[in-house]
């Protein structure tokens, strides 16, 4: 996460004077991720997260997002439990923003998977998906298809400063998807962000699963594009083929993949890279003055959408023939 609000000490203490967790020993901004503000917060009780819900969040879907931490949880899925307060209450407001307490969790973020990692990954997106499957609430994903041209256009007059014929190769490419978007694929609730900073291991096992605030309804084989793309490319824009393969296997072990969800893979990953890149690329142009956030590179997807348009099959992501 990243600090775009600033909590007192004071604030703080009559904040958490409304919940069972003890008092404040220490609270400190977390530099990492790029949303929302979190604290890392300790008190006489244990170790918590604190976080305040910025820009893209929007407040009316916060009780989807804790409930269905809530339903996960339930279904024995480690993700982080929200804190109730006294009245019950998950949800509060913090220094103007909404904002809670959720449990912490064990584990470390790789930076660098491997493709035992991958296969791990894999196979707990899958677990993801079954355990998601009687949440009985949905969200529409407001970062799918329809959610890029308006994305595209706060961006489009200042792409090309971040690379010549951004603006031209990112218009001609939303043409392209939108005209072989696929629909009818099976779906449910999908996590929609899990990067590698939001997947915990503790050695070669997933320990837990973090940031729902992406959280969705929409393809299940949209959120295996978007692991694909953040987990199976080297850090020299080549995607690693074992990677994908590892990835992949693990989820089959868990959820089959139907025929037309293999046959979409293909397009769902230029989708996913697209999405990334415009947001990315929206963040990159418009850094809040004071905030403590470092912009994710927004050409690192341009690259992976290059690689995507010559893919034809997804024996070429890593799927078994
Ligand atoms: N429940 C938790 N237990 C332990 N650490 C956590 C927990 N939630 C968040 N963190 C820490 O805070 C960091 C940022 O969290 P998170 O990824 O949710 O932020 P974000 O701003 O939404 O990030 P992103 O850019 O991935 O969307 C994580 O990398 C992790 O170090
Ligand atoms: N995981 C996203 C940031 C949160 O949307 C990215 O790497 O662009």
């Not at 893209?56 to 339930?74: K, T």
């Not at 809670?100 to 491997?114: D, H, K, M, N, S």
């Amino acid at each position: 996460m990243a600090v775009y609000t600033d909590v007192q000490d004071e604030e703080l203490a009559a904040f958490l004077a409304t919940y069972d967790i003890g008092t404040v020993l220490s609270y400190k901004g977390i530099a990492e991720g790029v949303e929302n503000t979190n604290y890392f917060l300790h008190t006489t009780a244990g170790s918590y997260i604190l976080t305040l819900y910025e820009k893209r969040v929007r407040e009316e879907d916060l009780p989807f997002f804790i409930d269905l931490m809530q339903h996960l949880a339930g279904k024995g899925l480690n993700c982080p439990l929200p804190v109730s307060n006294r009245k019950g209450e998950a949800l509060g407001r913090l220094a103007g923003r909404p904002a809670a307490i959720c449990t912490f969790l064990e584990g470390i973020a790789v930076r660098r998977p491997t493709a035992q990692h991958c296969g791990a990954l894999g196979a707990a997106l899958a677990r993801l998906h079954l355990a998601g499957r009687d949440f009985g609430r949905t969200r529409r994903n407001a970062l799918s298809i329809d959610g890029w041209p308006p994305l595209f256009a706060q961006a489009r007059a200042e792409a090309d400063t971040v690379s010549p014929g951004l603006a031209e190769r990112t218009r001609r490419e939303l043409e392209a998807l939108r005209a072989e978007w696929p629909s009818g694929l099976p779906s449910g609730i999908i996590h929609a962000d899990l990067f590698t900073d939001n997947v915990f291991f503790i050695g070669a096992e997933v320990s837990g699963l973090i940031d729902f605030y992406f959280a969705c309804t929409d393809a299940f084989a949209y959120d295996v594009a978007i692991c694909l793309n953040a987990w199976c490319f080297e850090a020299d824009g080549s995607f690693n083929l074992t990677k994908g393969r590892a990835l992949l296997a693990g989820y089959l072990s868990v959820r089959p993949l139907a025929p037309e969800e293999v046959e979409a893979l293909p397009i769902l990953c230029r989708g996913s890279a697209m999405r990334f890149m415009l947001t990315r690329l929206v963040d990159w142009l418009n850094v809040p003055p004071g905030a403590l956030v470092k912009p994710k590179d927004p050409l690192e997807y341009d690259r992976k959408l290059n690689f995507h348009r010559h893919v034809r099959h997804a024996r070429e992501l890593g799927l078994a023939a």
